[in-house]
């Protein structure tokens, strides 16, 4: 009894010391902002934005009142390098059918600033819709 009381203390012990270590953070270098645009209207707006990390978001939107929509038609993009270093980017439009988003995820790579333009490799067919 005595034993199992000790094992069930040692086990605790080590799950405490496990928790309480401190997370290991990785020096990342600062990322700052290299492009910013905003333009608000009566019936349109459109903003951007780019971050030196590979990071970018464009979006447009326009209010419509005719007979094919009444409301606003979005559309925008977002890039960004995931952490296991694919680069992701997202298109879409977003009006009365709804968010309509088309994923691009691009090839592994280096940082976005250590990327040189290469010759295409020959495209993928497109997914069966
Ligand atoms: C949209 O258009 C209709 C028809 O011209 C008009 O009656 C209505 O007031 C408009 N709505 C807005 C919010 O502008």
Known sequence: MMKITLFALAALAVACAQEAAPPVVAAAPAVQ???QVDDVD???????FETSDGTSR???GEYKNDTEQQGLVVRGSYK???PDGQHIAVTYLA?????????EAGDKAQAP????PAAEAPAAPAPEA
Do not use: M, R, S
């Open 58 to 60: 464009q979006e447009t």
């Open 113 to 116: 600033a250590a990327q040189a």
């Open 80 to 82: 960004y390098v995931a």
């Open 95 to 103: 009006d009365k059918n709804g968010y309509q988003p088309t994923e």
């Open 42 to 48: 009566v019936d349109k707006y459109n903003f951007e």
């Open 33 to 35: 902002i290299v492009k």
